[in-house]
């Protein structure tokens, strides 16, 4: 079993950084699994008449993204969720690459939690922007 990052092993301003191309599947998956049909994302005649003039992926898929970086990268495997916010700056399309940047901004050792800038850019443009709380288990914690 994979294990990720302990508390005392982060350091603030480390950060991990990830890339997915989002794909039809992507989008058509994400769909059936959320129960998220809006035909923005899944009808390209529809999508055609918004102010967005073609189809968009999810918002939370981007955030779905953040999930990954931080459950498989910084802190890793063992790390729990306590919060996370989310500001949709730019829209996600089809085809396009994600880069995910998730970067330690605090460290709360009485807490065990870490504090993380959530970032996703396409292009190098910022698309998504937020802030999570991950509690991380201590050095010689059992998991």
């Known amino acids: 079993m994979a294990v990720g990052k302990t508390l005392e092993e982060i350091e603030i301003g480390a950060f991990a950084e990830r890339m997915h191309t989002v794909t039809e599947q992507d989008i058509q998956a994400f769909a059936d699994v959320s129960g998220d049909h809006n035909p923005v994302h899944l009808d390209a005649d529809f999508a055609a008449t918004t102010p967005f003039k073609g189809r968009i992926a999810h918002g939370m898929l981007s955030g779905a993204y953040i999930s990954a970086a931080i459950a498989g990268d910084l802190p890793g495997p ?15 399309r089809l085809d396009d690459t994600v880069v995910t940047r998730v970067t330690v901004t605090a460290v709360d050792p009485d807490k065990a939690r870490v504090t993380l800038k959530t970032e996703c850019f396409v292009n190098a443009k910022t698309v998504v922007e937020g802030e999570a709380v991950v509690m991380v288990p201590r050095q010689g914690a059992s998991a």
Do not use: A, E, K
């Not at 063992?78 to 996600?92: A, D, E, K, M």
């Open 78 to 92: 063992g790390s729990i969720y306590i919060s996370q916010t989310l500001s949709f700056r730019r829209p996600v």
